[in-house]
């Protein structure tokens, strides 16, 4: 793609990402493009269905996210294998690491394009499989980050404890931003406490 390519890509994502906060699962390719300036044809020799969008806005989302986890533990996904990861730095401290995932959860417009996301991966199973794809991504990258600090732990015990890190972590958003309950300075307090638990403990 060359450079103007990319940035007219990155403006439809831009557009589409707003829509989708806005608009949740009624976001369709006309209102993208209309907040985008572009024809509905001009969209979709970018994006042919709706389906290709959301895809790649939630892709674009979740390297983010996880762009932020490798920076801070210090982990990297291997060139010529892109399943496996490697450390770059000495370990970070499991409080860090989780400071950083909490922080992404003091933006309300990240955390509502994902309970967005959530709702449309219950009802298509082409974003069901992104939203899988990544889960899969984050869970294997605490993991590795668990074995790299806890090299004693069984494979099975670093796996189930990244499995509900994640879970954990993930599951607090809704309270955390609002959405689903308030927040509390002792529910984090225990939050934090838990989480770090599972990580290195």
Known sequence: MTRQGSVRRTHLLDAAEAV?????ADASLRAIAGVAGVR??????YFPARADLIKAVLERALDRSLERLAETTGLRTVRD???????TEGPAEPGEVVAVLLAEQEEPQLVRLYVEVWALAARDEDI????????????AHVEAFVRQGRPDWPGE????????FVALVEGAALLRSGIAGSRSAAMDEQLIRCAVQLLRE
């Open 128 to 139: 069901a499989a992104v939203v899988r794809e990544f889960y899969r991504k984050y869970v």
């Open 81 to 87: 294998d892109p399943s496996a990861l490697e450390s």
């Open 40 to 45: 509905v044809g001009h969209l979709q020799h």
């Open 20 to 24: 989708l906060m806005a608009k949740g």
């Open 157 to 164: 015990s670093c796996r189930a404890r990244a499995e509900t």
